[in-house]
């Protein structure tokens, strides 16, 4: 049982750069969260979805896009790198907002 | 605001010892409260949650938390710790918007 696979582990982009972080649940999870950590800032939300076809921004959601291609999938984009987005960025799932979150084990990205 | 609070950075504890981390928590309503834990280099897991019912609540790998109403806390308690108890915990509450907001976290150190 996989639970949220997150792809790649570790990246690093230049500024500037565009990438895609994919993300993928086999739960069949409805709500799914893209968060960045940072040392001593705990976790950040970035942009959700609570269910298939929709997502909302979150605390910290300029400089990103996500799309939710299905139900298992939730990817996200930064269209042109700047190093503030240096972070670990988690995905995670749970069945319904406010539940339970299952996370993945993280993206390291770092952008020069 | 609704917010969370984890007022240690660190807390050292000596092997066999109980274990307490703090957690204060303001929100409207009701609150749904959660206890998560970091391994190095992984994602967060789900240890347990407050949601009504019985104040002291069990959850994974023999921990407990405690909710008390009157004092907004819900600290995380163990009575006996292990050396492999040693990783980041990270406190959550339910805001409003069915959305979690987060502690900075508080990094448990078990001393053989």
């Known amino acids: 049982n996989a639970g949220v696979t997150q792809t790649p582990k570790f990246q690093v982009l230049k500024t500037g750069q565009s990438m895609t972080l994919q993300c993928a649940q086999d739960?069949?999870?409805?709500?799914m969260y893209w968060y960045r950590q940072d040392p001593g800032m705990g976790l950040r939300l970035i942009y959700y979805?609570?269910?298939?076809?929709?997502?909302d921004k979150g605390e910290v959601p300029n400089g990103y896009n996500v799309s939710r291609l299905n139900k298992r999938e939730f990817s996200l984009r930064l269209e042109s790198a700047a190093p503030s987005q240096t972070s670990v960025y988690f995905c995670?799932?749970?069945?319904?907002?406010?539940?339970?979150?299952?996370f993945g084990d993280g993206t390291r990205l770092s952008i020069l | 605001a609704q917010s969370v609070a984890q007022p240690e950075d660190q807390v050292n504890v000596a092997e066999g010892n109980p274990l307490t981390v703090k957690c204060t928590y303001s929100v409207s309503g009701n609150p749904y409260l959660f206890w998560y834990v970091q391994y190095p280099n992984r994602g967060l897991q789900f240890l347990l949650k407050?949601?009504?019912?019985d104040n002291l609540v069990k959850g994974s790998y023999g921990f407990e938390a405690e909710f008390n109403k009157s004092q907004t806390s819900f600290h995380l308690k163990k009575p006996s710790a292990l050396v492999s108890d040693s990783a980041l915990y990270f406190c959550?509450?339910?805001?409003?918007?069915?959305?979690?907001?987060w502690g900075a976290g508080t990094k448990l150190i078990i001393k053989p």
């Open positions: 959550a509450v339910r805001d409003s918007n069915y959305q979690l907001i």
């Open positions: 979805s609570a269910s298939e076809g929709t997502t």
């Open positions: 407050y949601i009504t019912g």
């Open positions: 739960m069949n999870h409805n709500s």
């Open positions: 995670a799932s749970s069945e319904g907002q406010g539940q339970p979150q299952h």
